[in-house]
């Protein structure tokens, strides 16, 4: 079984994109929404994914090629908890705003 931090698995990146774009139009199309909270709905996906994703991806990135094996074991799993946490936040959020909007 692989995991998906793991190389082997090179559909994380894709489940993950069309996860935020379903949820992202999802949100956008929710019903009883005024113009300005459509579009509030989008740039919070896009800056979500882009605070998220992108830039703790990238700053993950450059920690695993400066420091890769020599981290202790236990760092590098929370790392991706950090990581995955983030993902998760992201995804969660875009699932709830068309509703904290309603409020």
Do not use: K
Given at each position: ?103
């Amino acid at each position: 079984m692989r995991l998906p931090h793991q190389e082997g698995f090179p559909d994380r990146a894709r489940i993950f994109g069309w996860t935020v774009a379903v949820l992202a139009m999802a949100g956008v199309v929710w019903p009883g929404q005024s113009l300005a909270a459509r579009l509030n709905d989008l740039g919070y996906a896009i800056l979500s994914v882009v605070g998220t994703y992108i830039i703790i991806r990238l700053v993950f990135s450059a920690i695993m090629a400066l420091a890769g094996e020599a981290l202790p074991r236990m760092l590098l799993a929370y790392l991706l908890i950090l990581f995955y946490a983030g993902i998760l936040a992201t995804i969660l959020g875009l699932i709830a705003l068309p509703f904290r909007w309603n409020d």
